[in-house]
């Protein structure tokens, strides 16, 4: 009778071994909450198989790895922004040792520099209707970047194709989004490089979401480290056509799942010695690094580093090698959408026209142009001498009305592409001319006679003398000025 029991004593034991370390690290001092939405059936275009297996699938992985997961198919507008709404709520009740995670598979589109998610009943006829009829990601940052959390985590599979005929003037794939710009404890990761076109894949899942379903659930891995793994499994298995690319403003660790890894040696040969998570580096730095490594190593070596100081050591030194011309489309696609989130973020007549010199047959050419012109149509004018003055890249206008102090740091002035006003020596206001018109003398009538007596004793001057200081006064009054100050101009910095 012993043994049935031991053997169900042995069996709870494992059970409970097994699933200790499957379970994530400090999972009983944070509580896991995720949103997983697939978006597949669009009613107005081709459906997106992969996108529904996706959502499964990191579903399953979620669970696994100690999340509390609501998972949405197939959101219209209205239930995308009700689901994101609940789930914010969820992750407010749930406190500020809170990690909320975001999964999002299906379209994704960016117009005018903003990023927007896809609902499955988007219809637009212009480009002026997405933000009417779509979800802006910013909008989804910004609902849990609110809320004390101890950290927030968005995986974006949308930068597929552009599927809507009418949006042929809209960007490729999705705009960067700088985690370090808002509220800390962000990460966020899209599934190919910004400006660039995500596949759906041969598979049932997609290029990334395969690599995310077997590289999250390897045990022990930080989730940087979990990233650059994907990043260069996705890079292997698209034959370099597609490398995901993330941002990270996180402020503690996170691993999806926690236990010992049976082997502790880093992903790529030589990382340890690199120190990947030491920082950007100098492309000096990266040529030094790179000395005398094989192609292949060097290879994966900036793909997990995704920089473009890496990108352009590569370049320099493996000349003949067969992935250089892939990394070069690479390099000058990050650094177009480096040079455009500039030009949008200082929203100038000069910082678009600086984009415009640099990459004026571009996709985003034609936004850029339409920002232009909109920004052209505020309620200042700039000399027509600045106008015509060709704009480096990334230059901002610097406010120049003295009476407000502007509600960010100005970037300095560049004489080449903005007016510079001298300020006045003295430092005091000027005070405001005021113009009066003084009085008229009288004169008595040609027939007035006047009468005049002596005047009492101790009753003051005579009248001769009042009269005198009169026309005194009247003289002095008459000659008198006010100054006045000149118009200044103004620096209108809104926001479209």
């Known amino acids: 009778m012993r043994r049935p029991v031991l053997r169900n004593l042995f069996l709870a034991s494992s059970l409970l071994a097994l699933t200790q370390l499957m379970m994530p690290t400090k999972a009983a001092a944070e509580a896991r909450l995720a949103l997983v939405i697939g978006q597949s059936a669009y009613r107005t275009v081709p459906e997106l198989p992969n996108a529904a297996n996706d ?3 990191m579903t399953e992985l979620l669970g696994n790895a100690g999340f509390t997961v609501t998972t949405a198919a197939n959101l219209a507008q209205n239930e995308m922004r009700t689901a994101i709404s609940d789930f914010a709520g969820k992750v407010s009740a749930s406190g500020a040792d809170t990690v909320a995670l975001v999964f999002y598979a299906g379209h994704g589109l960016q117009i005018d520099g903003e990023n927007y998610l896809v609902p499955v009943d988007l219809d637009p006829k212009r480009e002026a209707d997405i933000p009417l009829q779509g979800v802006r990601l910013n909008d989804l940052l910004n609902t849990l970047g609110a809320l004390p959390t101890r950290a927030r985590i968005f995986m974006l599979d949308a930068c597929r194709n552009n599927p809507f005929p ?7 794939g999705l705009a960067i989004v ?4 808002g509220a800390p404890g962000s990460f966020i990761s899209y599934s190919t490089s910004p400006g660039a076109e995500a596949e759906d894949g041969s598979g049932i899942d997609s290029p990334y979401t395969t690599a995310a379903l077997s590289v999250a659930k390897q045990p022990n891995l930080p989730i940087e480290e979990v990233f650059k793994r994907i990043r260069i499994a996705v890079a292997q298995s698209t034959d370099g056509r597609q490398i995901p690319w993330e941002s990270s403003s996180l402020t503690t660790d996170f691993k999806f799942f926690g236990g010992e890894s049976s082997s502790q040696q880093p992903a790529i040969p030589g990382a340890s010695a690199m ?15 790179l000395q005398g490594k094989e192609p292949k190593v060097a290879y994966e070596l900036v793909i997990a580093d995704d920089t473009a100081e890496a990108y352009q050591a590569y370049i320099e030194m493996y000349t003949q090698d ?23 973020a200082i929203n100038t007549r ?11 047959n571009s996709d985003l050419a034609a936004t850029a142009r339409r920002l232009l ?16 003055t060709p704009a480096p890249v990334a230059v901002a206008m610097a406010p120049t009305c003295p009476c407000s102090a502007p509600s960010t740091p100005a970037t300095p002035v560049n004489p080449t592409v903005a007016p510079i006003i001298k300020k006045r020596v003295d430092d005091t206001p000027p005070k405001r001319k005021v113009v009066e018109t003084p009085p008229k003398p009288r004169r008595p009538p040609p027939d007035e006679v006047v009468y005049e007596r002596a005047p009492p ?39 479209y």
């Not at 489309?329 to 989130?341: G, I, K, S, Y």
């Not at 000069?350 to 004026?360: C, G, K, V």
Request: aromatic residues 6%; positive net charge.
């Open 275 to 289: 120190a990947l998570a030491g920082g950007t580096r100098s492309v000096a730095d990266w040529r030094k690094d």
């Open 166 to 172: 009418a949006l042929s003037g809209a960007g490729h």
């Open 322 to 344: 067969a992935r250089t011309p892939r990394l070069r489309t690479v390099l000058e696609r990050r650094r177009q959408m480096l040079a455009w989130e500039r030009a949008v």
């Open 350 to 360: 000069a910082s678009f026209e600086a984009y415009l010199a640099n990459w004026d």
């Open 178 to 181: 700088d985690t370090k710009a």
């Open 373 to 388: 012109l909109r920004v052209q149509n505020r309620n200042y004018v700039l000399p027509a001498t600045v106008a015509a």
């Open 55 to 57: 959502a499964k699938g």
């Open 457 to 495: 004793p101790d009753r003051g001057p005579p009248p001769g003398a009042v009269m005198q200081g009169i026309g005194i006064g009247i003289g002095i009054g008459m000659g008198m000025g006010g100054g006045g100050r000149g118009s200044d101009y103004h620096n209108d910095r809104g926001r």
